[in-house]
């Protein structure tokens, strides 16, 4: 046990010096921490510190590196990549067993070395940033998450304002906790924090009292600044631990640890004490219900039966696996890279863990049934199957027909496709299993195939669901695609399919076979993200020139529209107001002719004019009117006044409208009796009157 321990900690101290080599990371103390939040994976580390997509690694031999590379064309950080991967061969070889040979094109692509299994040391200056590295930060504070996502050269006060105005927050009473380094100030840059790609982080307000409906969340919040002290024994090496972790840890974070001291990867851990609401391995300590401050648990291998010695003598040859056994041979993807260490302590043969045992073996169900009308149905069967066998850490297969996950990919907004991965699985071939294990569920393959990529799934195992897939592959990317697939015997299965769609039609950029390296997969994989995204750079700026040339006519329509609008309401006002004058102009011709109608018949109507000689009095009266002008007439004394206004009506004046009145004293006769008398209304001999209009 000790050797193991002393082999153990020196294949640590040569990933963490091969590490600051190459990351030109002088803190050991930082080095060893984004080494544990990477469970040691060397390639892993490197790839969180140099992110592949955002920097090229230039060395002295890049040329050398380049001629000798199989995967040269596709980028630098691929030779870092695989010296990576080669250094943690190295590593593994100079301290525990001979591994399995690699395989001849990873040997032949690292770079000579002098006196070291890894690249020499490359300072931060030769790291060219094309461009700004995101950083995705998921904050919750309360009944509340917030998604920010910001550049590595911002601060943590710049997080704090975005949520100041997401949460309403004062930033002067917000804590932002949840960082791997502690506590940090507001002017930190985050860059300097070496964070990985995701984050969570959460909100503490001590100085804001929660609402009644949110006080038991906040109690859950303010419990993650408590740290909880584990008591561990771990029961083969009689040994105990005491470990003191933050509430905010998860307990999958807590296994992977104890997975370091132990040396016992997570999925063969089995666990005593812990709590019924524990449920979840993403769960916080805060929120896994263990008792506070201090936990007791234990932890050992998962034993499976192994085959007695005495019956491994007697018979000759790989033993069959136990029924009971089928379950613990999965190889379940995980980062500490010691897939086949366990097989010969279960008693289990290279030919039974490839799929190749005995026919006394455990019998799999198939990834999907025989001749299913429904591809959606089949898929969902497929999914669950895959979960079943290789655990839940794998891409998000798309449910439904190979069309409709092309039209999700291809024919969507050109800032929002992506590429397709048509996964082809044959469950006689003896790659599927490693290929499934230790490629599709790798975590690294897994997000980027969920950020980057459509993934459809298809099983060729019954010759019914091949020619069903031959004959869609054949309508949607020609005969040759399925030509292809034909061509490829069983042991070269399973396949994946890089689809990169075009404007005329799809394009199968890479046919990626099952014996390939987890290293290999992601160059490839990202070689095609290359070509993909040059592609669509170039439809964005297609689709933005068209969309903007849209947007200019669909804007000079408008104002066409607004302007014949326009013209049509003035026209139509201006008939209006035709047709409004033409009915004044009728009406006043129809009032004139009725006045003067009315006035010819009242002049008719007048009794004759007197003569001066006629024996009865005469009253002679002068009238003017508004324009100046006098009205003379002789009325007979006797007459009434009625004909006096009837005679004034007659020269176009009416009473309803005009006002007759006496110039001395003033007096309004209109307002006297019409029936009365020239002489009773003292209008004789002679009388000077005017008019006046009424108001």
Same mark, same amino acid.
């Given at each position: 046990?000790?050797?193991?321990?002393?082999?153990?900690?020196?294949?640590?101290e040569?990933?963490?010096?091969?590490?600051?080599?190459?990351?030109?990371?002088?803190?050991?103390?930082?080095?060893?921490?984004?080494?544990?939040?990477?469970?040691w994976?060397?390639?892993?580390?490197?790839?969180?510190?140099?992110?592949?997509?955002?920097?090229?690694l230039?060395?002295?031999?890049?040329?050398?590196?380049?001629q000798?590379?199989?995967?040269?064309?596709h *980028?630098?950080?691929?030779?870092?990549?695989? #010296?990576?991967?080669?250094?943690?061969?190295?590593?593994?070889?100079?301290?525990?067993?001979?591994?399995?040979?690699?395989?001849s094109?990873?040997?032949?692509?690292?770079?000579?070395?002098?006196?070291?299994?890894?690249?020499?040391v490359?300072?931060s200056?030769?790291?060219?940033?094309?461009?700004? +590295? @995101?950083?995705?930060?998921?904050?919750?504070y309360?009944? +509340?998450?917030?998604?920010?996502?910001l550049?590595?050269? *911002? !601060?943590?006060?710049?997080?704090?304002?975005?949520?100041?105005?997401?949460?309403?927050?004062? @930033?002067?009473?917000?804590?932002?906790?949840?960082?791997?380094?502690?506590?940090?100030?507001?002017?930190?840059?985050?860059?300097?924090?070496?964070?990985?790609?995701?984050n969570?982080?959460?909100?503490?307000?001590?100085?804001?009292?929660?609402? #009644?409906?949110?006080?038991?969340?906040?109690?859950?919040?303010?419990?993650?600044?408590?740290?909880?002290?584990?008591?561990?024994?771990?029961?083969?090496?009689?040994?105990?631990?005491?470990?003191?972790?933050?509430?905010?840890?998860?307990?999958?974070?807590?296994?992977?640890?104890?997975?370091?001291?132990?040396?016992?990867?997570v999925?063969?851990?089995?666990? %005593?004490?812990?709590?019924? *609401?524990?449920?979840? %391995?993403?769960?916080?300590?805060?929120?896994?219900?263990?008792?506070?401050?201090?936990?007791?648990?234990?932890v050992?291998?998962?034993?499976?039966?192994?085959?007695?010695?005495?019956q #491994?003598?007697?018979?000759? &040859?790989?033993?069959?696996?136990?029924?009971?056994?089928?379950?613990d041979?999965?190889?379940?993807?995980d980062s500490?890279?010691?897939?086949?260490?366990?097989?010969?302590?279960?008693?289990?043969?290279?030919?039974?863990?490839?799929?190749? &045992?005995?026919?006394?073996?455990? +019998?799999?169900?198939? @990834? @999907?049934?025989?001749?299913? =009308?429904n591809?959606?149905?089949?898929?969902?069967h497929?999914?669950?199957?895959?979960?079943?066998?290789?655990?839940?850490?794998?891409?998000?297969?798309?449910?439904?027909?190979l069309?409709?996950?092309?039209?999700?990919?291809?024919y969507g907004?050109?800032r929002?496709?992506?590429?397709?991965?048509?996964?082809?699985h044959?469950?006689?071939?003896?790659?599927?299993?490693v290929?499934? !294990?230790?490629?599709?569920?790798?975590?690294?393959?897994?997000?980027?195939?969920?950020?980057n990529?459509?993934?459809?799934?298809?099983?060729?195992?019954?010759?019914?669901?091949?020619?069903?897939?031959?004959?869609?592959?054949?309508?949607?990317?020609?005969?040759?695609?399925?030509?292809t697939?034909?061509?490829?015997?069983?042991?070269?299965?399973?396949?994946?399919?890089?689809?990169?769609?075009?404007?005329?039609?799809?394009?199968?950029?890479?046919?990626?076979?099952g014996?390939?390296?987890?290293?290999?997969?992601m160059?490839?994989?990202?070689?095609?993200?290359?070509?993909?995204?040059?592609?669509?750079?170039?439809?964005i700026?297609?689709e933005?020139?068209?969309?903007?040339?849209?947007?200019?006519?669909?804007?000079?329509?408008?104002?066409?529209?607004?302007?014949?609008?326009?013209?049509?309401?003035?026209?139509?006002?201006?008939?209006?107001?035709?047709?409004?004058?033409?009915?004044l102009?009728?009406?006043?011709?129809?009032?004139?002719?009725?006045?003067e109608?009315?006035?010819?018949?009242?002049?008719?109507a007048?009794?004759?004019?007197?003569?001066?000689?006629? &024996? /009865?009095p005469?009253?002679?009266l002068?009238?003017?009117?508004?324009?100046?002008?006098?009205?003379?007439?002789?009325?007979?004394?006797?007459?009434?006044?009625?004909?006096?206004?009837?005679?004034?009506?007659?020269?176009?004046?009416?009473? %309803? =409208?005009?006002?007759?009145?006496?110039?001395?004293?003033?007096?309004?006769?209109?307002?006297?009796?019409?029936?009365?008398?020239?002489?009773?209304?003292?209008?004789?001999?002679?009388?000077t009157?005017?008019? /006046?209009?009424?108001?």
């Amino acid at each position: 046990m000790m050797a193991s321990d002393s082999g153990s900690n020196m294949d640590r101290e040569m990933i963490l010096a091969d590490f600051q080599a190459c990351t030109g990371i002088d803190n050991i103390a930082e080095a060893i921490t984004l080494l544990e939040l990477n469970n040691w994976d060397l390639v892993a580390a490197i790839n969180g510190v140099i992110p592949q997509e955002n920097g090229i690694l230039q060395s002295n031999y890049s040329s050398e590196g380049s001629q000798t590379s199989p995967y040269g064309p596709h *980028s630098q950080a691929a030779t870092v990549a695989a #010296a990576a991967a080669e250094a943690a061969s190295a590593t593994a070889g100079a301290g525990a067993a001979p591994a399995a040979p690699a395989s001849s094109s990873s040997s032949s692509s690292s770079p000579p070395t002098a006196g070291s299994a890894f690249c020499p040391v490359l300072p931060s200056r030769h790291i060219v940033e094309r461009q700004p +590295r @995101m950083l995705h930060f998921r904050v919750d504070y309360r009944q +509340r998450t917030v998604e920010v996502v910001l550049e590595d050269a *911002s !601060s943590v006060g710049e997080i704090k304002q975005i949520l100041e105005t997401e949460l309403q927050v004062p @930033m002067a009473k917000m804590q932002l906790k949840g960082w791997k380094s502690g506590d940090v100030s507001d002017s930190t840059v985050l860059r300097s924090l070496h964070l990985p790609k995701n984050n969570s982080l959460y909100v503490l307000t001590p100085d804001i009292t929660p609402s #009644a409906s949110t006080s038991q969340n906040s109690m859950l919040q303010e419990s993650l600044n408590q740290s909880f002290l584990l008591v561990i024994s771990h029961r083969e090496a009689q040994r105990d631990y005491s470990l003191n972790f933050p509430a905010s840890k998860t307990i999958q974070e807590v296994k992977r640890n104890i997975s370091d001291l132990t040396n016992i990867p997570v999925r063969h851990q089995q666990w %005593d004490g812990w709590p019924a *609401s524990a449920t979840n %391995d993403s769960m916080t300590l805060a929120a896994s219900g263990i008792s506070y401050p201090c936990h007791h648990l234990s932890v050992c291998r998962r034993s499976s039966p192994a085959v007695p010695t005495e019956q #491994a003598e007697e018979v000759p &040859g790989p033993s069959p696996v136990p029924l009971s056994t089928c379950s613990d041979i999965h190889m379940v993807s995980d980062s500490e890279g010691d897939d086949f260490e366990d097989a010969p302590e279960f008693g289990v043969d290279e030919s039974d863990i490839f799929g190749m &045992g005995s026919s006394t073996g455990c +019998r799999k169900s198939p @990834m @999907m049934p025989d001749n299913s =009308e429904n591809e959606g149905d089949a898929l969902l069967h497929f999914t669950a199957e895959f979960s079943t066998r290789y655990g839940d850490c794998h891409p998000v297969f798309f449910i439904g027909s190979l069309e409709a996950s092309s039209q999700e990919a291809f024919y969507g907004k050109a800032r929002d496709r992506k590429l397709l991965a048509i996964y082809l699985h044959h469950d006689e071939s003896v790659l599927s299993n490693v290929f499934c !294990s230790q490629m599709m569920c790798a975590e690294s393959i897994v997000s980027y195939l969920s950020q980057n990529f459509i993934t459809w799934a298809w099983d060729v195992t019954k010759e019914s669901n091949k020619a069903r897939l031959l004959t869609v592959c054949t309508r949607h990317f020609g005969s040759v695609v399925a030509q292809t697939i034909r061509t490829y015997k069983t042991d070269q299965f399973p396949l994946l399919l890089i689809v990169m769609g075009k404007r005329t039609s799809n394009e199968v950029l890479h046919v990626i076979q099952g014996n390939t390296t987890v290293d290999e997969l992601m160059m490839r994989l990202m070689g095609a993200m290359e070509i993909f995204t040059a592609q669509q750079q170039e439809d964005i700026k297609d689709e933005d020139e068209r969309e903007a040339r849209e947007t200019v006519k669909r804007e000079q329509d408008e104002a066409y529209r607004l302007s014949l609008e326009a013209d049509r309401k003035k026209r139509e006002a201006q008939e209006r107001e035709e047709a409004e004058q033409v009915r004044l102009q009728q009406i006043r011709k129809e009032q004139e002719e009725e006045r003067e109608a009315i006035r010819l018949s009242l002049e008719q109507a007048l009794p004759p004019e007197p003569t001066e000689e006629s &024996g /009865e009095p005469v009253s002679k009266l002068r009238i003017r009117t508004p324009s100046g002008e006098f009205l003379v007439r002789r009325f007979l004394g006797s007459c009434k006044l009625q004909v006096l206004f009837d005679f004034v009506a007659s020269k176009g004046y009416p009473s %309803d =409208e005009f006002k007759v009145l006496t110039t001395f004293p003033r007096r309004n006769i209109t307002q006297l009796d019409p029936a009365s008398t020239l002489l009773e209304a003292k209008l004789f001999p002679q009388e000077t009157l005017f008019l /006046e209009a009424r108001e």
